[in-house]
C-alpha cells in the first residue's frame, strides 16, 4: 500500500514538473513578446485616421499578432497559458476583439483550425465560444483548472503582475466552468473544495467518478457521513478471527 502511495506521488510531481517546464517556456516567450511589442509601440501609436463624422482623431492598429507569438504546438504549449498570452498580446496590439478569431486560427495546427471552421458562423467568429472548443479540445475542464489554480507558481524571470493575471485566469475558468454565478453558489463552491482537502485518500478512491462534479457542501458531507456509516456498519460486522498458536 505505501509502495503503491509512494509511486502515486512519484507520478504526480513528475507531472508537476512537465507543467511547470511548459509553463516557464511559455511565459519566457510571453515576455520576449511584450518587449518586441513595445519596441515596434511607436509605429502601432503613428497609424492615425480621421474621422470626418466624428472631426476627431483615432488609432487604427495595422499590426498583426502572427510575428508576436510562435504557432501552438501542443507537445510544448499549455492551452490555457497560450490563450493568456494571446488575449494579452491582442489588447496590447489593440486588436479589435470581433476579429481575434481571424487572428487566432493562423497561429493554431491546421486540423484544429478547420474543427473551428466547420462550425456555424455565431460560433466560429465568437472567440469565447473558440475558446471552449479549444479547452475541450484539449481536455481542460473545470476541475483542471481548479488544479491549475491551486498549483500554479510563480516562475524565475515572470512578474508578480503576470502570476496574478494567470491565477486570475484560472479561477475565472474554473468558476465560469461550474457556473458559480452567485455570492451563494461561490461559497458552495469554496466551502466543498475545502472539505475536498480533508478527506482521506480511500474516500476520494471510492467518490472517484462523481469528485469534480459534486458542488454543494450539504449534498457532499451527506454522502461522506452515509460512507462512514456503511464503513462502519460492514466493520462491526466482520466475524471475529481467532488466532491459535501451535503449543
Request: charged residues 35%; glycine residues 4%; proline residues 2%.
Amino acid at each position: 500500500m505505501a509502495g503503491r502511495k509512494r509511486k502515486k506521488e512519484q507520478e504526480i510531481e513528475i507531472r508537476k514538473l512537465e507543467y511547470e517546464e511548459r509553463k516557464r517556456k511559455d511565459e519566457m516567450e510571453f515576455e520576449q513578446q511584450k518587449i518586441r511589442l513595445g519596441a515596434e509601440g511607436g509605429s502601432l501609436n503613428s497609424n492615425f485616421v480621421a474621422n470626418q463624422n466624428l472631426n476627431s482623431v483615432q488609432i487604427k492598429p495595422k499590426l498583426g499578432i502572427h510575428h508576436l507569438m510562435q504557432k501552438f504546438n501542443s507537445d510544448e504549449n499549455d492551452i490555457s497559458l497560450y490563450l493568456i498570452m494571446f488575449e494579452r498580446l491582442a489588447k496590447q496590439a489593440e486588436i479589435l476583439k470581433n476579429t481575434w478569431v481571424t487572428h487566432l486560427l493562423g497561429l493554431l495546427p491546421y486540423d484544429v483550425a478547420q474543427l473551428i471552421a466547420k462550425e456555424p458562423d455565431e460560433i466560429a467568429n465568437d472567440y469565447g465560444e473558440v475558446k471552449k472548443i479549444l479547452l475541450k479540445r484539449y481536455k481542460l475542464t473545470p476541475e483542471k483548472f481548479r488544479q491549475k489554480f491551486f498549483m500554479h507558481n510563480k516562475n524565475l524571470g515572470s512578474t508578480w503582475k503576470n502570476f496574478a493575471y494567470e491565477l486570475r485566469s484560472f479561477f475565472n475558468e474554473w468558476v465560469n466552468g461550474v457556473k458559480a454565478d452567485s455570492f451563494e453558489k461561490l461559497s458552495y463552491l469554496i466551502i466543498t473544495d475545502q472539505i475536498k482537502r480533508k478527506v482521506s485518500e480511500e474516500i476520494k478512491d471510492h467518490f472517484i467518478d462523481e469528485w469534480s462534479k459534486v458542488k454543494s457542501p450539504d449534498d457532499f458531507v451527506e454522502k461522506m457521513d452515509d460512507s462512514d456509516t456503511l464503513r462502519s456498519t460492514f466493520t462491526c460486522k466482520q466475524p471475529r478471527k481467532e488466532w491459535h498458536y501451535d503449543k
